[in-house]
């Protein structure tokens, strides 16, 4: 029952965690659009290929946090202890991602400042 407790915060964590690395990332890439109002009407997944295309993210990190996104929006449709484990597995690299990815977003806010 407890670890049922810290499998559900730590997906929870995960989901939260990946809406705000969303929202960084858009406000990140209008440094490179004209218009940030482009931006603005981006679903995720365009955030995430724009962020590839301006070197924000490797194409290989860009297909990972394309399966982040999609495992995140099956956590919101599937509450089944399997699809609980299964996001657990993916937590150690994204871990890694992030921390990639908010030092990729660093030297966009120095760049822009």
Do not use: C
Not at 8 to 37: C, Y
Not at 47 to 69: F, I, N, P, Q
Not at 85 to 99: I, S
């Amino acid at each position: 029952m407890l670890f049922d407790l810290y499998r559900n915060a730590a997906i929870k964590s995960f989901e939260l965690s990946l809406e705000t690395a969303g929202k960084l990332l858009r406000k990140a890439l209008k440094a490179f659009e004209a218009s940030p109002r482009t931006v603005d009407a981006w679903v995720f997944n365009d955030v995430l290929r724009h962020a590839g295309k301006h070197g924000v993210m490797t194409s290989d990190e860009v297909e990972r946090w394309l399966a982040y996104r999609a495992n995140r929006n099956s956590t919101a449709h599937d509450y089944g202890a399997g699809f609980a484990n299964d996001t657990l597995q993916l937590l150690p690299a994204y871990l890694h991602d992030v921390r990639n990815l908010a030092l990729a977003l660093q030297k966009v806010f120095d760049a822009s400042a």
